[in-house]
Every structure is written in structure tokens, then in C-alpha cells.
């Protein structure tokens, strides 16, 4: 884990909670040197702390049945959670199709750093992040906001850090994780009150 660490440690003190509340979601690309989503245009990022990068286009039919699972689970936030976890899991699917290479390992193994396809919880917070973003664009999120990432774990608490991106129901302002780390790809992510996911290890 030394250079998940090591690449880590600078956002651990640029983002914490408290600062983070108050920023877009699009500027966490800018401070971590990432880019953002364009139109349906994502820059996939890979090997670990987003030392390589894919220009993905999400094309019209991926976008198209997205649009039709979101739109049958707008009863209620509740429901539109379960269905934006099923639209991560193609989602996921799609990109590790796109990328081709060996399926993206669960939960980022220190030997697999910089291995094309591979992903860290940075990887994985960018492209879920670039991903929200580009369905908030198209108007298909109707009971949550995407939010600025948040971090957990710092070392002296005894765990790594780790990184998820974040939605908030419109209504209540109640923060949601949404973090496929621990997931392979075509399997669902886990969106969890986020509260919850801080107290995690």
C-alpha cells in the first residue's frame, strides 16, 4: 500500500469534510489534476491514482437505457438509489469492456498498482464521480445532487484512507456514498448513508 499512500496524503489535507461541504463536485478533478466529464466524454482513469487515463465516450445506447432505468425509479429517493446501483453496475461493466485488459480486482491489491485496468478507491471515486455527473447533466437525477468526494481513515485512527463519491437527497440534504471499491466490475456498489460508511473500516 506505500504508494496508494503516498498519493493519497495530499488530498488528505486538502479535502477534509468540513472544507469539502462547501465545494462543487467538479472542482475535486481540478485539485487532484484529474479532468472532469464533458457531454457524454469521460476521461477513465486507471493503475492506481489515476496514473493512466482512457478517453471514454458513453455512447447514445449505454445513455438511452440509463435514462429509462433512472426514469422508472423516480417514485422516490429511496427507489432512485436502487436504481442508480443498477445503472453503476452496467456502468462498470461498460468501462471494463472499453478498457479491455484484465477485469479491474476488488478492493485495489498493492501489486497490482499500475497495472492497465487496474483501480484504486482514487480511480474509482473519479470515474463514479464523472459518471453522477454526466447523468445530473442530462437531467436524470431527480431526487439527489452530486456532492464534493469524501475521504475516511487517516493513519492514526488506524486505517488507510479511502475515498467514495458522494450524492445528497435534494430534500433533506441527507449525504450518500457510493463506492464500487470493493466490487467487480457488473457487480452493484455499495450506497450507504455515508455516515455509515465514515464509521467503516
Known amino acids: 500500500m506505500p504508494l496508494l499512500i503516498l498519493k493519497a ?4 489535507f486538502m479535502a477534509l469534510p468540513a472544507a469539502a461541504a462547501s ?10 489534476g484529474y479532468v472532469g466529464p ?15 487515463r482512457m478517453a471514454i465516450s ?9 435514462r429509462a432505468t433512472l426514469r422508472s425509479g423516480q417514485g422516490s429517493p429511496d427507489v432512485e438509489r436502487r436504481t442508480l446501483g443498477e445503472v453503476i453496475r452496467s456502468y462498470t461493466s461498460y468501462l471494463a469492456t472499453s478498457l479491455g485488459g484484465k477485469p479491474d480486482e476488488p478492493g485495489s491489491p ?11 478507491c482514487l480511480d474509482e471515486t473519479a470515474n463514479t464521480m464523472s459518471l453522477l455527473l454526466v447523468l445530473q447533466e442530462q437531467g436524470l437525477l431527480a431526487h439527489h445532487v452530486v456532492e464534493y468526494p469524501e475521504s475516511r481513515g487517516f493513519f492514526l485512527d488506524g ?13 433533506t440534504g441527507t449525504a450518500w456514498a457510493v463506492d464500487p471499491w470493493e466490487k467487480a466490475p457488473g457487480q452493484r456498489p455499495d450506497i450507504l448513508p455515508l455516515t455509515q460508511w ?4
Request: proline content about 6%; some cysteine.
Open 9 to 12: 496524503l495530499p488530498f488528505l
Open 23 to 32: 465545494l462543487p463536485a467538479q472542482s475535486w478533478f481540478n485539485q487532484q
Open 38 to 52: 464533458s457531454g457524454s466524454r469521460i476521461i477513465a482513469c486507471h493503475g492506481y491514482g489515476c496514473a493512466r
Open 58 to 66: 458513453v455512447d447514445g445506447a449505454w445513455i438511452s437505457r440509463a
Open 110 to 120: 498493492p501489486q497490482m498498482s499500475g497495472v492497465y485496468g487496474q483501480m484504486d
Open 159 to 171: 486505517r488507510y484512507p479511502h475515498f467514495t463519491a458522494v450524492i445528497a437527497e435534494k430534500r
Open 198 to 201: 465514515r464509521q467503516d473500516s
